[in-house]
């Protein structure tokens, strides 16, 4: 079954202009990119992706399977449409999706649904700029894919909320061919506040991704745990998450993720099931490679505990909520579920 961002992400557009310029590409020798964008994948973040691009004075082609979300994809400058086929003669399409299947159903399409796939669809030269957390596997499945077809394939996922996405400062993370990372490159930095480019290999990308969505999931477990002993303890939590990231805990994660499981915001943004999607991922990688991640094991556990305590729609700063919960305090649902 297509999954709800494929569904939310279907964008027609009539004919792309072509792509001018020169220099070597790993996929069809032209250096810049030029008319019209392709988008698949309007969820949350590929909705506020896509309209930066279209501020930009990029044309986007938006493509999605409800036309109900038509006229509210349009109010944002894009040009959406259900036709599939719409997308094929852009010079790039970026897909912004939730997991495997759904890039796979993509990519390769579904025969039993008739809807072709990118990879037969596109022209030779075009580029799929893939920002979707998914496996390394299926990265490599996809490049083989496009580059059989004469088509770039560059892997570029994105560390960042709906939030910083509207405001334009994901950090983004690219992999693939240089030629074709250069020609994405300005779309990339019209979305993103830095990027960092890993190499030729697509997979490389996504592994990276996947490793920081793990140890992001695993502070905030701990920050749960710690939030909860101090409350046990009868102490403000705030102070202390104000220490710890006034002195050694300083980063992003534990700055950002702290205030809200301090203050109880567990308001949907990177939803629990994709949180248990990534994670389990991770994990993946790690057995394939004989590496042990038992601490990522606990996470796992902890996540799959909340989604049957009935927070599957919550942030996963919900973790905070479960640690609490766990240690026998009550917090009640209207402040712990805003």
Known sequence: ???????????????????????????????????????????????????????????????????????????????PTTDMTAVFGCSVVISMLPDDDAVRDVVFGRSDLDVGGLAAG???????????????????????????????????????NPDAAKARELFIVAAGAQADVERCRPLIDTLGQRTFVLGPDPAHANLVKLLGNMMTATTLEMLGEAVALVLKRGLDPKPFIDILTGTMFGGRVHRIYGEKIVA???????????????????????????????????????????????????????????????????VMPPIALN
């Open 122 to 160: 596109l022209l030779p030269g075009a580029i799929h700029l893939s920002m979707s957390t998914i496996s390394t596997a299926t990265a490599s499945d996809l490049a083989n894919e496009h580059g059989r077809h004469g088509q770039g394939y560059v892997a570029a996922p994105v560390f960042g």
């Open 1 to 79: 079954m297509l999954k709800d961002e494929f569904s939310s992400a279907r964008a027609g557009a009539s004919e792309a202009a072509p792509v001018e310029g020169q220099g070597g590409s790993g996929s069809n020798g032209h250096s810049k990119v030029h008319g019209t964008i392709g988008f698949v994948g309007l969820g949350h973040m590929g909705k506020a992706m896509a309209a930066n691009l279209a501020a930009a004075g990029r044309r986007v082609i938006a493509y999605v399977r409800r036309p109900d979300r038509m006229s509210e994809l349009a109010v944002l400058g894009l040009e």
């Open 264 to 330: 109880q915001h567990y308001a949907p943004g990177f939803i629990l099931p994709l949180a248990l999607k990534d994670v389990r991922l991770a994990l993946a990688e790690a057995e394939s490679a004989a590496v042990p991640m038992p601490s990522v094991s606990v996470v796992r556990d902890r996540l799959i505990t909340a989604i049957a305590r009935g927070y599957a729609d919550r942030d996963w700063t919900v973790l905070g909520l479960v640690a609490a919960e766990e240690a026998g305090l009550h």
